[in-house]
């Protein structure tokens, strides 16, 4: 089963606060409803959006500049993602949770339904052959790992041909993790990436979405 990106998944926990409270500006008070009332004090929108961009806003806003990348450079190059390869991995995200039961519970705790579920899966996806494409895995890659990692595959070693396909699964997953950050900094200056929030600049690149957890 494929492993999943806990920022990219989980940023839509937060997202919808964000979008909605981000209309409530410093000095509209007449705008910032309470939210909750605590003993005598009241904590309003825009106090619960101001703390929410302190702890959440740089790595969010990067998530979702991540995301928009990925898709104007799969369109660019023509890549897609098709529905059965969606539907691949999340029965096996599926039958690896458990039940149904379990199943909606985890997507509740996460914050969404299956349909957001699989459109953040198409995103991750879409990236995986973005990064395959850029860094793909050699032959020769493959042949070093077998020769290098065989005597830990058993005794006799399974021949290269048995684990020919695992052994390149898993050299992809290394390429995109070792890659992903260089790639994504030159997709932003290729895009022509402009933030006009200073506090969003600063390791910009580096509070993208991961390659893999």
């Not at 703390?51 to 806003?61: S, V």
């Not at 897609?80 to 991995?89: A, G, L, N, R, T």
């Amino acid at each position: 089963m494929k492993k999943f990106d806990v920022s990219i998944l989980s940023a839509s926990i937060l997202l919808a606060g964000l979008v909605v409270l981000g209309v409530y500006q410093a000095g509209q008070k007449d705008l910032d409803p309470a939210v909750v009332k605590a003993g005598d004090t009241e904590i309003t929108q825009y106090q619960l959006y101001d703390e929410m961009k302190n702890l959440y806003g740089k790595q969010m806003a990067n998530e979702l500049v991540a995301q928009s990348l990925i898709k104007q450079e799969a369109k660019q190059q023509n890549i897609s993602v098709s529905k059965e390869d969606i539907d691949k991995e999340v029965n096996a995200m599926k039958q690896q949770i458990g039940s149904d039961q379990a199943f909606q519970e985890y997507l509740s705790g996460m914050g969404m339904d299956e349909k957001t579920l699989r459109s953040k899966m198409e995103v991750l996806l879409t990236r995986d052959k973005l990064l395959d494409k850029a860094f793909p895995v050699t032959e020769e890659q493959i042949q070093q790992y077998y020769e290098a990692n065989k005597a830990q595959m058993g005794s006799p070693a399974p021949a290269l041909d048995k684990v020919h396909d695992q052994i390149k699964s898993l050299l992809a997953d290394n390429n995109r993790s070792e890659n992903y950050s260089k790639w994504m900094e030159t997709v932003e200056k290729n895009h022509k990436v402009e933030w006009y929030d200073p506090s969003f600049i600063e390791n910009a690149a580096d509070a993208s979405v991961p390659a893999t957890p």
